[in-house]
């Protein structure tokens, strides 16, 4: 199995320094604050929680290949699962965003119609790694069992 990460380190890091910054800007707001006010504390929980949201996010998506059973897991929010069994054919293609083009991976079956799209949504630009992730997925698909053996 080879495990990909769909972030970059400058988002990880950029996330940590995110949740720091709202945690001491709110602890310096309850500090100078009437203790009576409540919206504050219901801003700082919902705050904290998007952080939390967010961070969880970041670290936690990824894209595993199991080269064994020859499956995609796919993570960003939740699991989705591709049988490359069931792919015929793997191309890399471009994306028109509104901040210039992205490089995305679409998987096609046998009747070419896409399948599904590994796509980086948390980057703005296209992932580094995505060329390794299309050259492994090119390897297993390529692989296909001989008919009848």
């Known amino acids: 199995m080879k495990r990909y990460s769909l972030s970059t380190k400058l988002q990880k890091w950029s996330a940590i320094a995110i949740d720091v910054f709202f945690v001491l800007f709110y602890i310096q707001i309850l500090i100078i604050s009437d203790p009576s006010d409540w919206m504050i ?14 961070t969880l996010i970041i670290f936690t998506s990824s894209l595993t290949i199991d080269t064994v059973n020859k499956l995609i897991y796919y993570r960003i929010i939740q699991r989705t699962i591709y049988d490359l069994n069931e792919i015929q054919t793997v191309k890399w293609e471009s994306r028109e965003q509104v901040r210039g083009e992205k490089q995305v991976i679409a998987l096609y079956n046998a009747h070419g119609f896409m399948v599904a799209e ?13 060329a390794d992730i299309f050259t492994e997925i090119e390897k297993l698909v390529a692989l296909k069992p001989e008919i009848g053996s």
């Open 41 to 54: 504390y219901i801003f700082f929980v919902l705050s904290i929680f998007l952080c939390v949201f967010y």
């Open 118 to 130: 590994i796509n980086p949504f948390l980057t703005k630009r296209t992932l580094p790694i995505l």
